[in-house]
């Protein structure tokens, strides 16, 4: 059974600070993974994908990358802000068919103060 | 384009009452799923459609629990009798595998249940 875990729980950093978030998996035969934020009290909101080919993905001061092998990614923010304040989730999709059954770990609340 | 649309947004019931939920999928997305999180857990998954087959339901607690994709785009998940436990947030989320979006699935706002 995949299991997903996200280091760490909660981060607190000033404005203007680089972080990276970690996601782990137990099982490295995944179709790709996924990197969702969650705002209190919304929905998730897509930020990356990345599929299990690709070594990583941009978007802006978002960075992903994808070790496979060793079942880890992370979240690279670069020059954080106030407003990337949020609940940062990592999802893998184990594809075939169980394609769409997202594991998600528990999550990174992310706390970024001026 | 507009997004994944879900409503209630917000319901309140009695224990033991029926409730249902909507969900209307982005245009073309022919992969709908509902997933369900508890207060400070990721989702999970109850119910996966492809078109109007119900591919994975294996998650779905069927005693009281249901669902259905008529024609294949919108859907509806109810509970019926609801238990203080269902008290959760109900994500209805979409995808498609054609290019260049093919795999993101992409989530709507959620339908907040509480169950009293």
């Known amino acids: 059974k995949q299991e997903v875990t996200q280091i760490p729980a909660a981060l607190s950093v000033p404005e203007g600070e680089n972080l990276v978030l970690n996601c782990s998996f137990t099982d490295s035969a995944i179709y790709n993974l996924q990197w969702f934020r969650q705002d209190p009290g919304k929905g998730l909101t897509s930020l990356l994908l990345i599929q299990s080919s690709q070594r990583e993905q941009t978007s802006g001061r978002l960075n992903a990358s994808l070790d496979k092998s060793s079942g880890r990614s992370t979240l690279y923010i670069a020059a954080s802000q106030p407003g990337d304040s949020a609940t940062y989730l990592c999802?893998?999709?184990?594809?075939?068919?169980?394609?769409?059954?997202?594991?998600f770990g528990q999550g990174t609340i992310l706390t970024v103060h001026p | 384009e507009a997004g994944v649309v879900q409503s209630p947004r917000y319901k309140i019931i009695e224990k033991k009452q029926p409730v249902a939920f909507w969900c209307n999928p982005i245009s073309g997305h022919n992969t709908l799923y509902w997933y369900r999180q508890n207060l400070g857990q990721g989702p999970e998954l109850l119910i996966r459609y492809e078109n109007e087959e119900a591919v994975d339901d294996s998650q779905l607690p069927k005693d009281r629990f249901s669902a259905e994709r008529l024609k294949g785009v919108d859907s509806t998940l109810k509970i019926q009798p609801a238990e203080l436990g269902d008290s959760a947030v109900y994500l209805c989320?979409?995808?498609?595998?054609?290019?260049?979006?093919?795999?993101?699935?992409?989530f709507g706002e959620g339908s907040w249940l509480t169950v009293v």
């Open positions: 989320a979409s995808s498609t595998r054609d290019i260049p979006r093919g795999n993101t699935i992409y």
């Open positions: 999802a893998v999709n184990a594809g075939g068919t169980s394609y769409g059954k997202l594991t």
